[in-house]
């Protein structure tokens, strides 16, 4: 099957590749990043050479976690207690934590975790631990047992605001919308009187789900019924959401509103007003957004360089964005890794890899990455360009790089792209080191790899990898599914798909208890 061929069976590789960079002007890749470890070396021939060096850097995992989570994904059946006899560990709340986060696409064993954390001496859950195990239960939607979780929290004197914005936000994501509001107007049934703050919350998870920023828009103009008033933030979340949609129209309208009610735009209001511009491509409206702020004397924060800088990049005006990076270096603000990602992915979008190749020295003389984000990008484009073999060797090299190590998104990267390259084998050798770095896939991967395995009649490595999905607690989509039975079926395996169909009713229909 050909590269390009490809794409159609999984066409998420190619809108990854779209909007992977996009990504970077979210608030959370605002963070101090490590020194870089490997630079790379141009060749006359085209292909990525490196450079490697390996300075002391702390790390930043936690190695006991990832160890516990190693042991516990290949023993899913076995209790947990059973499973760790031998690994003696001091059992922290930061450790707590940090193993339910990297469970958080296992529900079932982050409970079983959770249990088995709360028997030993000396330890007590916080309310971070509460909020990583209702975070992975929401995602295999056990809603009851979350609420069971609540009530313990509230006689533990541990609930807080951002529970109940946690367990909206996991119902919106599932759909379930009239819920999501009920958990919003079920605080004070609990003893938390509802703030502004928390109202922007609710309507801030309903502007990030692509289907609800109407309902967002609804419970805002209603907001007089909770005795609530308007802040900017509030504004600025519906802003978001409005340009999430590229619907310039109600951004306009929100925006009118906003001036209206005295409220007037902030350096972060500017950096959603120049998103939704770049994004609906309007770039000369959105550069014009940038001008407005300095004509105010409100000083453009990196956010709005890197905003800039991915909206033109992406829009094959590289020399503009190439400008205000320029810009940037000159704005009084140091040097920050996202900024210098997103030159990375203008350079990538231009199809001049190399140059990228030359920002990442340049982060790494700064000091400032790179990081698991800047080889992604690179990844992606490297994908995209059919560079298969190098898109390996950049993966393979990760592995080895402090700050750099492979991060779910990335193993998806790889995984998707073997799969769409008829490479099966090289697939599930990516997928097995994953596992044994105790990071555990989600719904996406499982569905990549599952589905591909059928496609090339490999049946039963097909049902191994649905066990294990389901041994974690993951439920397979409905389209997933229906294509998994019909290969089945077709192969005249209808006991099989008896099986496994009784399986998946069970893990719908059970709710955990605790």
Known sequence: MSFSRSFRRFPNLVTLSKSYPLSLTSSHFYHNYSTPTFQFIHNPSGSLKFHTSRPNKPKTTNPDAETICKILSTRPDSPVDVSLANFPVEVSPELVVHVLNKL????????????????????????????????????????????????????????????????????????????????????????????????????????????HVEKAQELFDKMSQWNLEPNLKSYTILLEGWSQQQNLLKVREVCREMRDEGFEPDVVTYGILINAYCKAKKYDEAIGFYHEMQLKNISPSPHIYCTLIIGLGNGNRLNE??????????????????????????????????????????????????????????????????????????????????????????????????????????????????????????????????????????????????????????????????????????????????????????????????
């Open 321 to 514: 964005a190439l400008e205000f990076f320029e810009k940037s270096k000159v704005s009084g603000f140091p040097p920050e890794a996202p900024t210098y990602n997103a030159v990375v992915g203008a350079y990538c979008w231009a199809g001049r890899i190399d140059d990228a190749c030359r920002i990442v020295d340049e982060m790494r003389e700064l000091g400032i990455g790179p990081n698991s984000r800047t080889y992604d990008i690179i990844l992606v484009h490297l994908v995209k360009g059919g560079r298969a073999k190098e898109a390996y060797s950049v993966f393979k090299r990760m592995s080895s790089e402090v700050g750099c190590e492979p991060r779910v998104s990335t193993y998806e990267i790889m995984v998707r792209m073997f799969c769409n390259e008829d490479q099966l084998d090289l697939a599930m050798v990516v997928w097995d080191e994953m596992k044994d770095k105790g990071i555990l896939p989600g719904i996406h991967m499982f569905s990549t790899l599952i589905i591909s395995l059928c496609h090339e009649n490999k049946l039963d490595e097909a049902c191994k990898y649905f066990q294990q999905m389901l041994d974690v607690g993951i439920r397979p989509t409905t389209n997933m599914f229906s294509a998994f039975k019909k290969a089945l079926m077709d192969a005249g395996m209808e006991n099989t798909v008896i099986h496994f169909a009784h399986k998946v009713d069970k893990l719908r229909n059970t709710p955990l208890i605790a």
């Open 104 to 211: 958080s696409n296992a529900g079932i064993l982050a409970l079983s975790f959770f249990r088995w954390a709360e028997k030993q001496n000396g330890f007590k859950h916080s309310t971070e631990s509460f909020h990583a195990l209702i975070e992975a239960l929401g995602k295999i939607k056990q809603f009851k047992m979350i609420w069971n979780l609540v009530d313990d929290m509230k006689q533990r004197k541990l609930l807080n605001g951002e529970t109940f914005s946690l367990i909206a936000r996991r119902y919106v994501r599932a759909r379930i919308i009239k819920e999501a509001l009920k958990t919003f107007e079920r605080m004070e049934k609990y003893g938390l009187k509802p703030q502004i703050s928390d109202f922007n919350k609710l309507i801030d998870v309903l502007c990030k789900s692509k289907f």
